[in-house]
C-alpha cells in the first residue's frame, strides 16, 4: 500500500524544495500495474464525472478491475484521492520545472540561477 510518491520526492530541505535527480522518472513506474490503472482511471472518472462522481465503484469499472483493489492499493477512497492529487500535483510541478524544448525537468535552484 501506500502510493504516495510525491510527498518523498519533493520534501522540501533545509535550503528549499529541490527536485530530486530521479524525479525526471515517471512516478508510475514504481506502483503495481493494477494500482497505475487504477489511478490512470481515477483520473479520467474525475474529469468526466467531477469529485462527487469519483466513486470506488466508477473507477474501478474505468479501470476494469474489482472494487476490492482500490483498499488494497490505497487503503480507501481518501488514499486513492490522495495518491490521485499527489501524482497530479506531481505532473503540474514537473511541467512547471521543465523549461521549454527541454526533456529533463529543471531543479528549483537551476531556474533561480
Same mark, same amino acid.
Request: aromatic residues 8%; glycine residues 8%; charged residues 25%.
Given at each position: @500500500?501506500?502510493?504516495? &510518491?510525491?510527498?518523498?520526492? +519533493?520534501?522540501? =530541505? %533545509?535550503?528549499?524544495?529541490?527536485?530530486?535527480?530521479?524525479?525526471?522518472?515517471?512516478? #508510475? /513506474?514504481?506502483?503495481?500495474? =493494477?494500482?497505475?490503472? *487504477? #489511478? *490512470?482511471?481515477?483520473?479520467?472518472? +474525475?474529469?468526466?464525472?467531477? @469529485?462527487? $462522481?469519483?466513486?470506488?465503484?466508477?473507477?474501478?469499472?474505468?479501470?476494469? =478491475?474489482?472494487?476490492?483493489?482500490?483498499?488494497?492499493?490505497? %487503503?480507501?477512497?481518501?488514499? !486513492?484521492?490522495?495518491? !490521485? &492529487?499527489?501524482? #497530479? &500535483?506531481?505532473?503540474?510541478? @514537473?511541467? &512547471?520545472?521543465?523549461?521549454? $524544448? /527541454?526533456?529533463?525537468? @529543471?531543479?528549483?535552484?537551476?531556474? #533561480?540561477?
Amino acid at each position: @500500500m501506500g502510493a504516495t &510518491f510525491v510527498n518523498r520526492r +519533493l520534501a522540501p =530541505t %533545509g535550503q528549499g524544495a529541490v527536485v530530486p535527480e530521479d524525479a525526471a522518472r515517471d512516478p #508510475l /513506474e514504481e506502483l503495481h500495474p =493494477t494500482a497505475k490503472a *487504477i #489511478l *490512470i482511471a481515477a483520473r479520467t472518472v +474525475l474529469r468526466e464525472r467531477g @469529485m462527487a $462522481g469519483l466513486t470506488i465503484e466508477a473507477v474501478a469499472n474505468e479501470a476494469n =478491475t474489482s472494487r476490492t483493489q482500490i483498499p488494497y492499493h490505497f %487503503g480507501s477512497r481518501a488514499g !486513492l484521492i490522495e495518491a !490521485l &492529487f499527489d501524482w #497530479l &500535483f506531481y505532473e503540474v510541478w @514537473m511541467r &512547471f520545472l521543465r523549461p521549454p $524544448g /527541454e526533456a529533463r525537468p @529543471m531543479t528549483i535552484r537551476e531556474s #533561480l540561477e
